[in-house]
């Protein structure tokens, strides 16, 4: 549990707190029992981290005087855009039941949707077929279309916002982050979810940045794979196409091809509505010709010796089991050359020692005889190595000493491995930022990004 959450028990008017479901940002949700009609509810308590506290007595407030305006404007902002929510009338958007004010700050009480969120939903439901995949958005888009209509945007729409009910119906949750498109919009990022114009304030947010979002959530549930990170995109997209990767078994081209083009990384060539992205995406109307995303051009991927990937396998099945030919699989699919491949497999391997030493031994087997084994400014580690033909040293050993205030030592490891995925300095720091788990830190990493990003 969270340190400043309220504690089990807890009775706030009719509601008892019985555990913490989730935190972000602005607040923190919690499973309540409504008293009066004993039935379970979501409890958000408005707590924007960085600039408000909780107090002995439970009570919340600004974290100094210089604060409390901006605390207050967002309290009574939460309690504005609760009302409007509450207004929705949508069986797939989360239904909000009451908001008041206490403690200090404000609340929103929704109902509890009882079901898994669809990250742990498609465990059990891979591989999907076109139906399945658009029985699930039809309903999303007509919910989020009522959300538009209204003049809001949900901007966080991504796999554990959407959960799925035990009669598999789906429904939106969480407008922590909902705003008005009127009002001055903040910076929001789920990367691969998130497109490039919530990444600033600045950026011309709309519907069609919701879009991003939900279809980014289809390219993951076709594919498999999470969307590159949108500021990764904008000056060299590398990301494979839903057009490419899509199952045409499962699929239809026109689906994949809407798919594509609403992940388009620029906003004015993404559709501009729900109804515009519905009829693409159903086949009731085609993509405007000058809008349609083509397929991009790939280089041959090489194919790799049977003895070679079995030898990968074995190593790998002793640090993630009977699952690993399916890695190894997708990852030789992917991969350019023998060191790519091993960089990919590695990376499915979370303790780092155990990591650097699979990269060594399968690297040291790649490496060409005549290649030297040391030098100015090389290393016998073949991950560095490789790491350093990416990027300069410089930047590395700059990275990793800025990560390393955060994670610790086994930031080497990870520079080595976000530096075999990363195409510039920006997508490296992007990269490196999902390594720390503290909020505040990661934002201050990546405004780093941001930074080098628009200097380039």
Same mark, same amino acid.
């Given at each position: 549990? $969270? =340190?400043?959450?309220?504690?089990?028990?807890?009775?706030?008017?009719?509601?008892?707190? &019985?555990?913490?479901?989730?935190?972000?940002?602005?607040?923190?949700?919690?499973?309540?029992?409504?008293?009066? /009609?004993?039935?379970?509810?979501?409890?958000?308590?408005?707590?924007?981290?960085?600039? $408000?506290?909780? =107090?002995?007595?439970?009570?919340?407030?600004?974290?100094?005087? *210089?604060? $409390? %305006?901006?605390?207050?404007?967002?309290?009574?902002?939460?309690? *504005? &855009?609760?009302?409007?929510?509450?207004?929705?009338?949508?069986?797939?958007?989360?239904?909000?039941?009451?908001?008041?004010?206490?403690?200090?700050?404000?609340?929103?009480?929704?109902?509890?949707?009882?079901?898994?969120?669809?990250?742990?939903?498609?465990?059990?439901?891979? @591989? /999907?077929? &076109?139906?399945?995949?658009?029985?699930?958005?039809? @309903?999303?888009?007509?919910?989020?279309?009522?959300?538009?209509?209204?003049?809001?945007?949900?901007?966080?729409?991504?796999?554990?916002?959407?959960?799925?009910? %035990?009669?598999?119906?789906?429904?939106?949750?969480?407008?922590?982050?909902?705003?008005?498109?009127?009002? %001055?919009?903040?910076?929001?990022?789920?990367?691969?979810?998130?497109?490039?114009?919530?990444?600033?304030?600045?950026?011309?947010?709309?519907?069609?940045?919701?879009?991003?979002?939900?279809?980014?959530?289809?390219?993951?549930?076709?594919?498999?794979?999470?969307?590159?990170?949108?500021?990764?995109?904008?000056?060299?997209?590398?990301?494979?196409?839903?057009?490419?990767?899509?199952?045409?078994?499962?699929?239809?081209?026109?689906?994949?091809?809407?798919?594509?083009? =609403?992940?388009?990384?620029?906003?004015?060539?993404?559709?501009?509505?729900?109804?515009?992205?519905? $009829?693409?995406?159903?086949?009731?109307?085609?993509?405007?010709?000058?809008?349609?995303?083509?397929?991009?051009?790939?280089?041959?991927?090489?194919?790799?010796?049977?003895?070679?990937?079995?030898?990968?396998?074995?190593?790998?099945?002793?640090?993630?089991?009977?699952?690993?030919?399916?890695?190894?699989?997708?990852? =030789?699919?992917?991969?350019?050359?023998?060191?790519?491949?091993?960089?990919?497999?590695?990376?499915?391997?979370?303790?780092?020692?155990?990591?650097?030493?699979?990269?060594?031994?399968?690297?040291?087997?790649?490496?060409?005889?005549?290649?030297?084994?040391?030098? @100015?400014?090389?290393?016998?580690? @073949?991950?560095?190595?490789?790491?350093?033909?990416?990027?300069?040293?410089?930047?590395? &050993?700059?990275?990793?000493?800025?990560?390393?205030?955060?994670?610790?030592?086994?930031?080497?490891?990870?520079?080595?491995?976000?530096?075999?995925?990363?195409?510039?300095?920006?997508?490296?720091?992007?990269?490196?930022?999902?390594?720390?788990?503290?909020?505040?830190?990661?934002?201050?990493?990546?405004?780093?990004?941001?930074?080098?990003?628009?200097?380039?």
């Amino acid at each position: 549990m $969270a =340190a400043n959450a309220l504690p089990a028990g807890y009775a706030l008017q009719e509601y008892r707190i &019985e555990k913490l479901l989730g935190e972000g940002g602005f607040g923190l949700t919690y499973l309540a029992l409504d008293g009066n /009609l004993n039935l379970r509810v979501a409890l958000k308590e408005y707590l924007p981290d960085d600039i $408000a506290r909780r =107090a002995s007595d439970q009570s919340i407030g600004p974290r100094s005087p *210089d604060t $409390a %305006e901006t605390f207050g404007w967002g309290k009574q902002r939460f309690l *504005d &855009e609760s009302r409007t929510v509450a207004s929705f009338r949508h069986p797939n958007i989360v239904r909000v039941m009451r908001f008041f004010e206490a403690n200090g700050t404000a609340y929103m009480v929704m109902e509890f949707v009882e079901g898994a969120a669809l990250g742990e939903w498609m465990k059990t439901h891979r @591989p /999907l077929a &076109e139906a399945q995949a658009a029985a699930l958005m039809g @309903p999303l888009l007509d919910g989020l279309e009522v959300v538009h209509k209204a003049g809001f945007m949900h901007r966080d729409i991504k796999p554990n916002n959407i959960y799925v009910r %035990e009669d598999g119906s789906p429904v939106l949750i969480d407008f922590g982050s909902a705003r008005m498109r009127s009002s %001055e919009l903040t910076a929001v990022v789920s990367p691969g979810f998130a497109p490039f114009e919530q990444y600033h304030t600045q950026g011309n947010q709309g519907p069609w940045s919701d879009l991003y979002a939900l279809s980014g959530v289809l390219y993951w549930m076709v594919t498999g794979n999470k969307p590159h990170e949108a500021v990764a995109r904008i000056k060299s997209d590398t990301m494979p196409s839903a057009l490419q990767a899509g199952d045409r078994n499962l699929f239809r081209a026109e689906f994949l091809s809407a798919i594509d083009w =609403a992940l388009a990384p620029s906003e004015d060539q993404r559709p501009q509505s729900v109804a515009e992205w519905r $009829a693409a995406l159903m086949g009731s109307s085609p993509i405007p010709e000058k809008t349609q995303v083509l397929p991009k051009k790939t280089t041959a991927v090489p194919t790799f010796e049977p003895a070679l990937l079995r030898k990968v396998e074995a190593e790998l099945a002793q640090h993630l089991g009977p699952i690993a030919p399916v890695v190894v699989k997708k990852a =030789a699919k992917k991969s350019a050359s023998q060191a790519e491949l091993v960089q990919l497999v590695a990376a499915e391997i979370t303790d780092a020692e155990a990591r650097s030493a699979f990269e060594k031994k399968f690297l040291e087997i790649s490496r060409p005889q005549s290649q030297p084994r040391s030098g @100015p400014r090389t290393t016998t580690d @073949p991950a560095t190595s490789l790491a350093a033909s990416r990027f300069p040293l410089e930047v590395l &050993e700059r990275a990793e000493q800025r990560l390393a205030e955060h994670i610790g030592a086994v930031a080497r490891v990870v520079v080595k491995r976000a530096a075999m995925k990363a195409r510039d300095e920006a997508e490296l720091y992007f990269l490196l930022a999902d390594e720390i788990e503290d909020k505040e830190e990661k934002k201050a990493f990546n405004r780093k990004a941001v930074s080098i990003f628009r200097k380039a």
